[in-house]
């Protein structure tokens, strides 16, 4: 070795030993954190530590041309959109430790449209353009994240989510695979529907499955025989063995595309009580699955819990059974589920509960014989809810006078109290704010109920609206739908042309401000008591896009309740652009997951359920995302705060 | 050998490393150079010892700064070769294993690739009195060479800027306590450097806003400083 290279390399060596520290710091955040050793070395070596007193500017728009990444060592920055055309989009927003930015300003090769100021005093590493760029060429963590940002950390967190889950499961089976995929899926065992009875009956048993299917030569499916079919049908003394399957078999098998996945099979089977399923491709059978094929792996299935729950014989059962829900539940998580997925199955579940109990209760008292439907508002109604929820509901009752309607009522309120009771032993916490069945001015005729919402809209103030506006999220879960439905058709045209219950509405959306704010802190927690250092990710955070979402859709007359099912209308509307409505999504999803983790944890660590969350002790990365969400609820907000002028 | 000759002996300095030697700029002194736009070279040495009379140095750990930035790609760091030295306290504080002493480089070159980092830029310290004294006594044992280079002292910067801190006596440690600095490895002499240089950073953003912003300014608004402690006392 020549002296000189001897000089580079212990000039090498040396920076080698003195960058450790700071590869360290790296490691600590992502996307650094999933970058390669030589990469890191790269961006540390190319970098120069700058410091910023608080209250100096860190880059402004008048700066020109963005020449360095910036990332944050320590302390604190503030962002401040510029005034200008995008009043509504004016937003304040903070940097924490690890961050980068102006990334798009760097990318675009522009001035940032975003004046940055040091919060606090502060350190920033500066990457030069040139060595950006060449780390964009080098790592594709790097890319990734420059270019898709939040979204790519988002991936990350899911991963990490199912990673975390199934560590306790032991098992990587996800419920978004599609069926096509499952090594389960078996060719169906098929016979015409002239084949004898016995017949099917030896193939079947030849063949040792529990179902076959009724299809024709070009294999289009005409029906479905299983074990069940076969119970029934041996019951009767009078079957004939030799009759054709034709009048035995179920017709109109249900069926899915092999591309849908398992979650949409097990929900399939959950709601219509069926075992089975058929895959159809362009009208011709190619598959089967069985529950068993979906749930083989696992104690309690889905689809027998929903039955066992649906036929429960007393309500002492039905309240074992809770524990089942939660194991379950757990699972859908463990298994890669969606919070949407999770919301809805939960749902699922709990109607079932509810209505048998309502069934159990009725049986108890002897049936009125009155017919009325059971309605639920809120989450419920909205299909989103979680383990940790509590009751709204009311009775709608066909009645033709005033008397009527009282006499009904007399008759209808002690068993709803009791159906509340009941669902309160569920775990179905009873309403602070009396909205339930129970209470008489829920109980209500058809016509009664119109009068409510109408008085309700004229009284309407921010604040009650804050506690009434779950009322307009309504749905029918036992006995005759259509009323409700009526009932919610006529509700939404009535809001729909009222443009002054629009505003209060808004402005009640508005009451909730998500903690962000502040403005230079970087969540703004409660400062008292058992609730010190702690924010609520139900109230703060996803009331914000439910409330807005109600509000923009039922100014729509939009009749979708569910705030995801909103989301993508008023897209499809162009009320809302397709890129905002993406980033609502998908920040409501991350507080939802972050609200069932959390859950999911309480319930592992036989605590009780609640919606409080400690910023503090989340890992860097959700802390970050999580602010990223709460952001979009923020401008989700301003929107509105423009579109009603408030 | 006589006293006097002893006295005004001239140590051996090899042909190369005379070249180096004599290649080596002399220092500027503090004038009108905007502090904003100086190059500093911060230095954290690690010696046996406190005695800047004896003690050896065993590693130097340089960081600059430029522009108001630290360059993080160019740093210094050497360990020196040192066989005679043996384990005692300051050793086992700065956790430099004798077989890195025994693997490191030769003393004199180390040195002058030091001098040759530093260029003709003042250096600045931690009660840079040690590490200039040390520094100059090395330098002149191995090659009668006089390091004239100028030094600020931060423990004296800190004060002067931060006359409201009501610390009594503070150290490094303190003043890192006082700007909530994050070190990552404290006692390695160039994450030592790191953490000086990132304090300096902080000094020359106060400095601006005080109205300090030349080097002559410094060394002046100092000198006052010092006279003030002085006639307090």
Redesign the interface.
């Known amino acids: 070795m020549s002296r000189q290279d001897a ?1 580079a390399k ?2 090498r060596d ?2 080698q ?3 450790q ?2 590869l ?2 790296f490691r600590q955040f992502p996307p650094f954190d999933a970058m390669e050793p030589a990469e890191l070395g790269l961006l ?10 608080q209250g ?1 500017s860190v880059i402004s728009p008048a700066d020109g041309p963005v020449e360095h990444l910036y990332i944050i ?2 302390g604190r920055v503030y962002g401040e959109r510029s005034k200008g055309q995008d009043v509504g989009d004016e937003t304040i927003f903070e940097l924490g430790v690890g961050e980068c930015f102006p990334m798009a300003a760097l990318l675009g090769e522009r001035a940032t449209r975003t004046l940055h100021t040091a919060d606090e ?1 502060t ?1 920033c ?2 990457l030069t353009k040139d060595a950006f760029v060449k780390l964009m060429s080098r790592s594709d963590t790097f890319r990734d994240f420059c270019v898709r940002g939040i979204s790519s950390l988002l991936d990350q967190v899911n991963v990490q989510v199912q990673n975390r889950a199934a560590e306790s499961l032991g098992s990587q089976i996800s419920m978004d695979t599609p069926l096509s995929q499952l090594s389960s899926m078996r060719e169906p065992v098929t016979c015409p529907a002239s084949t004898p009875l016995h017949e099917a009956v030896q193939t079947m048993h030849e063949a040792q499955v529990g179902s076959i299917m009724i299809a024709n030569e070009l294999l289009q499916p005409q029906g479905i025989f299983t074990l069940r079919d076969l119970r029934r049908v041996i019951a009767d003394p009078n079957t004939d063995l030799r009759q054709p399957m034709q009048q035995v078999m179920t017709p109109n098998p249900f069926s899915l595309s092999p591309d849908a996945t398992a979650f949409d099979a097990a929900l399939a089977m959950t709601e219509r009580h069926i075992a089975h399923v058929c895959l159809v491709r362009d009208g011709k059978l190619v598959g089967m699955v069985s529950e068993r094929d979906l749930f083989s792996l696992r104690r309690v299935d889905l689809v027998s819990l929903a039955r066992t729950v649906r036929t429960a014989p007393s309500l002492e059962k039905l309240v074992q059974m809770r524990q089942d829900v939660k194991a379950m539940v757990e699972r859908m998580i463990a298994h890669g589920a969606s919070p949407e997925q999770v919301t809805r199955l939960i749902t699922l579940l709990n109607d079932h509960t509810s209505c048998r109990i309502i069934e159990l209760v009725l049986e108890k008292h002897g049936n009125p014989d009155i017919k009325f439907s059971w309605m639920v508002f809120g989450s419920e109604g909205r299909k989103e809810q979680t383990l940790h929820t509590d009751q709204d509901n009311g009775i709608l009752f066909e009645a033709a006078s005033i008397e009527e309607a009282n006499a009904i009522r007399q008759k209808l309120l002690p068993i709803a109290r009791e159906i509340n009771v009941a669902l309160d032993d569920c775990g179905f916490t009873l309403c602070r704010g009396n909205f339930m069945a129970g209470n008489a001015e829920f109980c209500l005729s058809r016509r009664e109920w119109l009068v409510r919402y109408q008085k309700m809209m004229r009284d309407a103030t921010a604040q009650n609206m804050q506690f009434a506006g779950v009322h307009f999220d309504l749905r029918c879960i036992w006995g005759p739908e259509q009323p409700c439905v009526e009932l919610h058709r006529q509700v939404v045209a009535m809001v729909a042309a009222d443009s002054v219950f629009q505003r209060v509405l808004a402005e009640s959306a508005l009451l909730n401000r998500p903690p962000l704010g502040g403005l230079f802190r970087n969540f703004t927690l409660s400062k008292k008591g058992a609730e010190k250092d702690s924010l609520d990710l139900k109230v703060k955070g996803l009331a914000p896009f439910v409330e807005s979402m109600r509000v923009l859709a039922l100014s729509q007359g939009i009749e979708a309740t569910s705030t995801l099912e909103r989301i993508r209308q008023l897209v499809g509307r162009g009320i809302i652009d397709r890129l905002d409505g993406d980033a609502y999504a998908e920040a409501y999803h991350f507080i939802q997951l972050i609200r069932m983790q959390q859950h999911h944890q309480q319930a592992a660590q036989g605590l009780t359920y609640s919606n409080l969350i400690y910023p503090d002790e989340l890992n860097t990365l959700d802390r970050r995302i999580l602010r990223e969400s709460f952001r979009q609820a923020q401008r989700i907000q301003n929107s509105l705060a423009l579109r009603y002028q408030l | 050998m006589s006293l006097l000759k002893w006295l005004f002996r001239r140590p051996e300095v090899n042909q190369q490393d005379q070249q180096r030697l004599q290649a080596l700029p002399a220092a500027a002194m503090p004038g009108e150079q905007l502090l904003t736009q100086q190059r500093f070279v911060v230095v954290d040495l690690e010696a046996t010892g406190l005695h800047t009379g004896r003690d050896k140095i065993l590693s130097i ?1 340089a ?1 600059t700064v430029e522009h ?6 160019q ?4 360990t020196l070769k040192r066989r005679e030295v043996k384990v005692n306290e300051a050793v086992l504080i700065h956790q430099i294993a004798p077989s890195e002493l025994a693997t490191g ?1 030769r003393p004199k070159t180390a040195l002058l ?1 030091f001098l040759e980092f530093v260029d003709d830029c003042p250096l600045v310290a931690f009660h840079a009195g040690f590490d200039q004294r040390l520094l100059q006594r090395e330098l002149r044992d191995f090659f009668g060479y006089n390091f004239k280079h100028p030094f600020f002292d931060l423990a004296e910067v800190a004060p002067l800027l931060n006359p409201d801190h009501c610390m009594r006596q503070p150290r490094m440690d303190d003043w890192i306590d006082y ?4 070190v ?2 404290r006692h ?1 002499a ?2 030592d450097a ?1 953490a000086t ?2 304090l300096l ?2 000094f ?3 400095a601006q ?1 005080q109205g300090i912003l030349t080097l002559k300014q410094l060394d002046t608004a100092l000198h006052n400083w010092r006279r003030r402690q002085g006639s307090s006392m």
């Open positions: 000089f212990a000039g040396a920076v030993q003195n960058i520290g700071t360290d710091f540390v070596e190319n970098c120069v530590l700058r410091f910023y007193a100096e060592k320590q005093d350190f590493f500066l | 750990g960081v108001n930035g630290i360059a993080m790609g740093q210094f760091e050497r480089i690739d700007f909530k600095l994050n990552m490895q390695n160039a994450a790191l240089a990132e950073l902080i020359i953003n106060q806003k």
